[in-house]
């Protein structure tokens, strides 16, 4: 059982390069979202996904997008790098809207330079 | 911003003995959970109190809340290595929740010294 599978671990960009951070869960669960993990400031919601063909925006939404063609997978996208986006990235899922225990993922470790 | 800030940000104490954290949170909350993240690791979920809960036990963790004082605390019991980790907590009432989403705290980090 996977559960939460994110890929990369790590990645280097450079400033203006693009790239997809992927995430699939294979639990069926309808919710989904992204966060990012700076030091000393803990987990910040990036995007969320309450199912199929539906995202919103979180606290810090700027400079990423997202989509969600299928339960299983929401990759969060970063169109134009920037250094202020060097952060440690965590997807996670869960069954319910409301009262439910989310599912992370292992993290993508990503600087931009 | 941060809806849940825990105290202390770190914690050391000797295997064996007792930790208690805790958080304070701002808005009133459905429910409360606290989240375990070993270095390097995605977190992992330990326990859920709900608003209507007063304390939840788990093992060796015992968790209280008190929505009067919009707090809550975490205590680990007869600690072990493998305990050391950040412990976050993490609330739902500022936007109601799950995907959209929890807020955490900063966390506090827990180590246990041999």
């Known amino acids: 059982n996977a559960g939460v599978t994110q890929t990369p671990k790590f990645q280097v960009l450079k400033t203006g390069q693009s790239m997809t951070l992927q995430c699939a869960q294979d639990?069926?669960?309808?919710?989904m979202s992204w966060y990012r993990q700076d030091p000393g400031m803990g987990l910040r919601l990036i995007h969320y996904?309450?199912?199929?063909?539906?995202?919103d925006q979180g606290e810090v939404p700027n400079g990423y997008n997202v989509s969600r063609s299928t339960t299983e997978d929401f990759p969060l996208r970063l169109l134009s790098a920037a250094p202020s986006q060097t952060s440690v990235y965590f997807c996670a899922s869960t069954a319910r809207r409301v009262g439910e225990k989310l599912f992370f993922g292992s993290g993508t470790q990503l600087s931009v330079l | 911003s941060q809806q849940g800030e825990e105290d202390p940000q770190a914690l050391s104490i000797q295997e064996g003995e007792n930790a208690t954290m805790n958080c304070s949170y701002k808005t009133s909350i459905n429910n409360l959970q606290w989240y375990r993240q070993n270095s390097g690791r995605g977190l992992v979920h330990l326990i859920l109190i709900r608003s209507n809960e007063r304390e939840k036990h788990s093992g060796r963790l015992r968790v209280t809340l008190d929505t009067s004082k919009k707090s809550s605390s975490l205590l680990i019991t007869a600690s072990r290595a493998a305990d050391t980790a950040s412990y976050f907590c993490a609330t739902d009432g500022s936007r109601g929740g799950g995907a959209d989403g929890l807020t955490f705290g900063k966390g506090t980090h827990l180590i246990i010294q041999p």
């Open positions: 996904s309450v199912g199929a063909g539906i995202t």
């Open positions: 639990m069926n669960h309808e919710y």
